[in-house]
């Protein structure tokens, strides 16, 4: 069983900064890539960024320059760091852990999700 939990979502005007959090616990051996998706409301579930073991990332267009993923190994825990933030951002933000369980089973889990708001 893994968990991932969630925090640092909030209500923010437009221009500011938010930082999520998002760490995995439980039967784990390994984590592989974390990533954070967000879904607005009508809208389908979208990558906002990703991060491998090894430090590789990836970004949605709509994002570069004003977000940062990154990642602790050690804690198992992936941030977000929203800088410039737009009424566009509004979502709920999810976060995504993909590993290997302590009994050798792969794994693909996702967070309950965070509201960030976006006021203009």
């Known amino acids: 069983q893994v968990q991932l939990v969630e925090s640092g979502g909030g209500l923010v005007q437009a221009g500011g900064s938010l930082r999520l959090s998002c760490a995995a616990s439980?039967?784990?051996?390994?984590?592989?890539?974390m990533g954070w998706y967000r879904q607005a409301p009508g809208k389908q579930r979208e990558l906002v960024a990703a991060?491998?073991?090894?430090?590789?990332?990836n970004y949605a267009d709509s994002v570069k320059g004003r977000f940062t993923i990154s990642r602790d190994n050690a804690k198992n825990t992936v941030y977000l760091q929203m800088n410039g933030l737009k009424p566009e951002d509004t979502a709920v933000y999810y976060c995504?852990?993909?590993?290997?369980?302590?009994?050798?089973?792969?794994?693909?889990?996702w967070g309950q999700g965070t509201q960030v708001t976006v006021s203009s």
């Open positions: 995504n852990s993909e590993g290997v369980t302590t009994e050798w089973v792969r794994y693909d889990y």
């Open positions: 439980g039967s784990i051996f390994s984590v592989n890539a």
């Open positions: 991060i491998t073991s090894g430090g590789t990332t």
